[in-house]
């Protein structure tokens, strides 16, 4: 009987009221907070692990002053290694790509590229979503990935058609290079993944993951935001509270827009091969919102 390892993973949340954390690793014994030392920061967004390293790179900002940072923490243990103050404009996913990480700064509509070596250093513009003069947020740029084949993923809102955020419905998936757009028409992507030879997304206010070629993996209630792998290959998703319209049936709003707030936040874990959905982690009990997940 082949030895299964016990499942540990961190979870992020980015808008939390209490004061306990914004960092949750889930594994035996019980959930519990990660010490991120003296700086509250209630907005914890992206998480990636870098394993060569054997680290895992955090982006969040701190409670008093807004400013962006970078915990390096330690993969084994989750102790605070090294932290950096980013020049980016509320950044949210990040990925290694080479001797890089790439860091989404939403803030500016832009990736922008620091050396692993030294993430403090200015960062560099690798990408910027065309027609914007990158002074504002005004795509909402989110997720980031790379893929099997080399390739660096975007995805992006798009524009709003109004002055909330649920008014932008054409989301896209593009190309960081090339700035090619590879799917469009998703409303409130996020969560780039890579499962095998798939490449899949989060269409976070109808409650659906995809692949980029638009075929539904699964489909929940909620909104739907943060994916991972356990430690038997069964497919880990986020939902997080939200709001409901009647004027928009079949969609969830983001739970910062008016209105009641319904559900609650919680991890399921899917299993392709069966394709049997059960209830991996429930998450009321620390935050209303999951930003990101990452299997340790």
Request: proline content about 5%; charged content about 25%; overall charge negative.
């Amino acid at each position: 009987m082949i030895e299964v390892n016990p499942l540990r993973i961190l979870v992020s949340f980015p808008h939390q009221t209490n004061q306990e954390g914004s960092l949750l690793v889930i594994g035996p014994p019980k959930p519990r907070w990660v010490n991120l030392h003296e700086e509250k920061m209630v907005k914890s967004y992206g998480l990636v692990k870098h394993t060569d390293a054997n680290v895992v790179f955090h982006a969040g900002k701190i409670k008093d002053t807004g400013k962006p940072l970078l915990k390096v923490l330690d993969a084994n243990d989750l102790s605070v290694r090294d932290t950096y103050a980013l020049d980016t404009r509320d950044p949210h996913s990040l990925c290694v790509v080479e001797d890089n990480l790439f860091i989404v700064a939403t803030g500016t509509d832009e990736v922008r590229a620091v050396p692993l070596t030294d993430p403090g250093k200015k960062s560099e513009v690798v990408y910027r979503v065309p027609d914007s003069n990158g002074s504002a947020d005004t795509y909402h740029l989110n997720s980031i990935v790379t893929t099997p084949d080399g390739r660096t993923l975007v995805s992006g809102f798009g524009p709003r058609e109004g002055q909330k955020w649920y008014t932008a419905q054409n989301g896209f998936v593009a190309d960081v290079l090339t700035s090619e757009k590879l799917i469009e028409g998703i409303y409130h992507p996020h969560t780039l993944f890579v499962a095998g030879s798939d490449i899949l997304i989060c269409e976070s206010s109808r409650s659906k993951v995809h692949n980029l070629n638009r075929k539904t993996v699964w489909e929940g209630n909620l909104y739907t935001r943060g994916l991972a792998y356990d430690n038997q290959d069964n497919l880990l998703i986020g939902e997080s509270t939200g709001v409901m319209h009647e004027s928009q049936k079949g969609t969830i709003r983001n739970a910062e827009d008016e209105g009641t707030i319904v559900g609650e936040a919680m991890i399921y874990r899917y299993n392709k091969n069966t394709g049997k959905t059960t209830v991996m982690q429930k998450l009321s009990a620390y935050g209303p919102e999951i930003y990101d997940i990452v299997t340790l």
